[in-house]
């Protein structure tokens, strides 16, 4: 099966390191799998979903998007639409006053008027149980609210596939359970980056090692 998104030989620097922070990774994210994503901190994995994201330049090696390497911005602008990224720190994806705008605004960025962006925002929070977070203010939330609320502003442009950085950090025992649930029957295409093993094994369906920006060999 094609992938969603994926890196072929993807090498990617940051100015001023000498040693780059991905090196020569392959990686592929297929409809209804859940990968998860494991290692050391440094060695990688926020990086590879920025670049997975289309949201990090490759050094060399390819992105590809359904099986045709990204090259153009027209490329760029439709692999980010499918493919959503929820990042580790809650507080960069939320700025607008409130939990409603927030949710909504990706709908809208995507072309939807007004009315269709706000049902939208108020159907994906009411899915993941947040209906009654629409209306507060977004600094009110907490650790765990953020969270619930980042990942809905990323299903609200409903991707095809999510990457999600630590997604459980913040959350309490009730809280990650949800999340597996919504994870689990979303039915969607997964990129999970945990340190939480046990978090992994119950939801991811296949898992990848990275350590010092190379994967390491199954097992
Ligand atoms: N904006 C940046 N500028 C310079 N170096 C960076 C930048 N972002 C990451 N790096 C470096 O790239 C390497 C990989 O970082 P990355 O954030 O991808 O690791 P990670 O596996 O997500 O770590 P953690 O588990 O701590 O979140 C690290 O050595 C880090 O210092
Ligand atoms: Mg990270």
Known sequence: MTAITALEQAVVRYPGRPDAALRAVDFAVRSGERVGLAGDNGSGKTTLLLALAGLRPLASGRLLHGGRQVVLREQLRRLRRDVGIVFQNADDQLFLPTVLEDV??????????????????????????????????????????????????????????????????DLDARGVARLEEILVTGGLALVLVSHDHAFLARVATRTVCLHDGAILAPG
């Open 104 to 169: 909504a605004f990706g709908p809208l960025n995507l072309g939807c008027g007004q009315e269709e962006a706000r049902a939208r925002a108020v159907e994906t929070l009411g899915t993941l149980g947040a209906a009654g977070l629409a209306h507060a203010p977004t600094h009110t939330l907490s650790g765990g609210q953020k969270r619930i609320v980042a990942l809905a502003t990323v299903l609200a442009m409903r991707p095809r596939a999510v990457l999600l950085d630590e997604p459980t950090n």
